[in-house]
């Protein structure tokens, strides 16, 4: 069991918006602002989308976005993309010994 | 151009050793840290363990600590991944990744290095 939930599964349609979910607790994603979101394509290394909660690395789409509310931070894909299906998994920073710990991932289906 | 290349895939026995790398270019290799990440198939990713090339200080996850070891050689900007004993288990692949602290995740990937471990 990942430290971190997410859903397994989301989907839209091209263009709509859709919000992946990150769940954890006070002493990972509520306690900290080191929450980062990454993209992995199928037999691809996995890309940084977002780090530090809402900060978005240079060269990626002001498409994705990240929040966060008490214990659960948030990616959102708005003008969704056929090139946007991919595996996406978020990340925190924990006061247990772990460090950093991953959600479990949430395959995205663009229908 | 940052880049991490990682050495290619390995097909192992049961109880052999193994040392995987990770060659950084196109910055310091010891301003940042380099962190270790396993996906076995079909799986998620976890987060196995972390260095600063720049004085060797060295993280675990309580996961793995004991199962592998986590090094690196300023010298030629390379970090490395070796396991003692190989297990059937250990079958996955592995990515090192840059991280510009200990925490706050990883900013650019290595391509990973697949491990097969089987009898």
């Known amino acids: 069991q990942s430290a971190l939930t997410q859903p397994a599964s989301v989907s839209g349609s091209p263009g709509q918006s859709i919000t992946i979910s990150c769940t954890g607790t006070s002493s990972d994603v509520g306690g900290y602002n080191y929450v980062s979101w990454y993209q992995q394509h199928p037999g691809k290394a996995p890309k940084l989308m977002i780090y530090e909660v809402s900060n978005r690395p240079s060269g990626v789409s002001n498409r994705f976005s990240g929040s966060k509310s008490g214990n659960t931070a948030s990616l959102t894909i708005s003008g969704l993309q056929a090139e946007d299906e991919a595996d996406y998994y978020c990340s925190s920073y924990t006061s247990s010994s772990t460090l950093e710990v991953f959600g479990g991932g949430t395959k995205l289906t663009v229908l | 151009e940052v880049q991490l290349v990682q050495s290619g895939a390995e097909v192992k026995k049961p109880g052999e050793s193994l040392k995987i790398s990770c060659k950084g270019s196109?910055?310091?290799?010891?301003?940042?840290?380099i962190g270790w990440v396993r996906q076995m198939p079909g799986k998620g990713l976890e987060w196995m363990g972390i260095?600063?090339?720049?004085?060797?200080?060295?993280r675990y996850s309580p996961s793995f600590q004991g199962q592998v070891t986590i090094s690196a050689d300023k010298s030629i900007s390379t970090a490395y991944l070796q396991w003692s004993s190989l297990k059937a288990s250990d079958t996955a692949m592995y990515y090192c990744?840059?991280?510009?602290?200990?925490?706050?995740?990883?900013?650019?990937w290595g391509q990973g290095t697949l491990v097969t471990v089987s009898s």
């Open positions: 990744a840059r991280a510009p602290g200990p925490t706050g995740g990883f900013d650019y």
């Open positions: 196109g910055y310091s290799f010891t301003s940042y840290w």
């Open positions: 260095i600063y090339p720049g004085d060797s200080d060295t």
